[in-house]
């Protein structure tokens, strides 16, 4: 059983930056494949990035290609999602993902474990 705790979330000026980490414990970190998704108020939760057990393998949705960048560090059990140039249609609670499978998911269903979410508000 793998506990997720997601933290960095917070209020930002468009144009902006935050940092989410998520701290995993209770598995073998590095042999988890790790997403994050988000959820604004009345959408469906979405995909925003995955990574491979390595790191070497990235996956981004279109919408935060160029903006948003996905690391882990497998000695530290902990997965990053940097946020750079923030627009106010990020605005959602963002929630980290992991699997234990080599593919990275870009699908909520494709995943077994979840945190319980930060919030990010993106101000204009």
């Known amino acids: 059983q793998v506990q997720l705790v997601e933290s960095g979330g917070g209020l930002v000026q468009a144009g902006g930056s935050l940092r989410l980490s998520c701290a995993a414990s209770?598995?073998?970190?590095?042999?988890?494949?790790m997403g994050w998704f988000r959820q604004a108020p009345g959408k469906e939760r979405e995909f925003v990035a995955g990574i491979g057990w390595s790191g070497s393998n990235k996956y981004y949705a279109d919408s935060v290609k160029g903006r948003f960048t996905i690391s882990r560090d497998n000695a530290k059990d902990t997965v990053y999602l940097q946020m750079n140039s923030l627009k106010p249609e990020d605005t959602a609670v963002y929630f980290c993902?992991?699997?234990?499978?080599?593919?990275?998911?870009?699908?909520?269903?494709?995943?077994?474990?979840w945190g319980q979410g930060t919030q990010v508000t993106v101000s204009s």
């Open positions: 209770g598995g073998t970190f590095s042999r988890y494949a």
């Open positions: 993902a992991a699997d234990r499978s080599r593919v990275v998911g870009s699908t909520p269903t494709a995943y077994e474990y």
